[in-house]
């Protein structure tokens, strides 16, 4: 069930290197009641974690001259903010696999996607 635009004040962070993408997702996210904050420059993802306290981050996979999937394993080896799910996005990447790694994402978005699709992943995460 997708809620309605006023029923969540939930906070995302949304990590890409592609600015279309990132005012796209902040854009459609808002529609349906999060607050969004968005980042381009993937160095400073730890700052923004500790500044803004997400309940969620919406991450790509492939950031420019970074791997997402190892800010991943970063973000889930420290017990303060271990427990915040992450959504990896990726064109490329296979996500099964993806999803058994250590220190892996809690689920997997294969680009292009439906943005039905993407808040009901959004909403199983953060009712979980």
């Given at each position: 069930?997708?809620?309605?635009?006023?029923?969540?004040?939930?906070?995302?962070?949304?990590?890409?290197?592609?600015?279309?993408?990132?005012?796209?997702?902040?854009e459609?996210?808002?529609?349906?009641g999060?607050?969004?904050?968005?980042?381009?420059?993937?160095?400073?993802?730890?700052?923004?974690?500790?500044?803004?306290?997400?309940?969620?981050?919406?991450?790509?996979?492939?950031?420019?001259?970074?791997?997402?999937?190892?800010?991943?394993?970063?973000?889930?080896?420290?017990?303060?903010?271990?427990?915040?799910?992450?959504?990896?996005?990726?064109?490329?990447?296979?996500?099964?696999?993806?999803?058994?790694?250590?220190?892996?994402?809690?689920d997997?978005?294969?680009?292009?996607?439906?943005?039905?699709?993407?808040?009901?992943?959004?909403?199983?995460?953060?009712?979980?």
């Amino acid at each position: 069930m997708i809620m309605s635009k006023m029923e969540s004040e939930k906070k995302i962070l949304v990590v890409d290197d592609d600015q279309a993408i990132l005012d796209i997702l902040a854009e459609v996210l808002a529609y349906y009641g999060y607050q969004v904050s968005t980042l381009a420059n993937a160095d400073k993802v730890f700052d923004r974690i500790s500044e803004y306290h997400p309940d969620l981050i919406l991450m790509d996979v492939l950031l420019g001259g970074l791997d997402g999937r190892i800010i991943c394993r970063a973000i889930k080896s420290i017990a303060t903010v271990s427990m915040i799910p992450i959504i990896m996005i990726s064109a490329t990447e296979n996500g099964e696999k993806l999803l058994e790694n250590e220190g892996a994402p809690n689920d997997f978005l294969q680009k292009p996607f439906d943005v039905n699709f993407l808040i009901e992943k959004i909403e199983h995460q953060l009712a979980a």
